[in-house]
């Protein structure tokens, strides 16, 4: 695949860089395994070796990809283990996250918050099929993001968010294949159901299922493609 270099701003080449390699592995233009060369990358960014070396080391600090001496950098795959415990805290925190909502009475809060991602996720769905699966990843990332936002726990946010980064890798390199967008638009319906209902015990329970849904069918194609992505 020709990867399409664009102009950066001489401001914080570092970050720019940073952004612009981690946007790519995101979207799978730059595949699980591949290797990125520096060369390439400053000359097509028309910037030195210093801040794409530096954007890899944060790059590595994310896990997003493996730097080896005298081999190269190379992005990191994920296999059924890092799926599996990385749904595994994402289900605890997200629990936690509900649970806050209503013993601090924000359930109002949340709901404002949450309007504008379920209307985005819905749009991106049309006659029980996708026709915008980039925007319905957006629009569901956005909204359990904006569950947890309401922990009172900046370290357990950014352990979400952090870990949130490896499941967009996962969720989206099989695409539309991992959550038939029926039973997708059905979760979220019932979970704002539950909310709106003021059912804590009937919220923890949808948003177990679904997220575990979402798990089973990434770790199902998984072991269909080796085990590993």
Known sequence: MVIEYPSIKHLDLTEQTYRFLKDRILKREIQPGGKISVEEVARGLGVSRTPVVNALKMLESDDLVEIFPRRGTFVTHLNTRDVAELFEIRLIIELHAAEQVFYEGKITLFLDAIERPMLQMQGAIA?????????????????????VSFLNNRRLIQIYSDLNVHMQVARAHYLDTVENALEAQREHEAMLNDINARDLNALKKDLSDHINNVRGRILTLLEEHGGKI
């Open 127 to 147: 006659e029980g099929d996708y026709v915008d699966y980039e925007t319905f990843i957006s629009g569901d990332r956005d909204m359990h993001m904006n569950l």
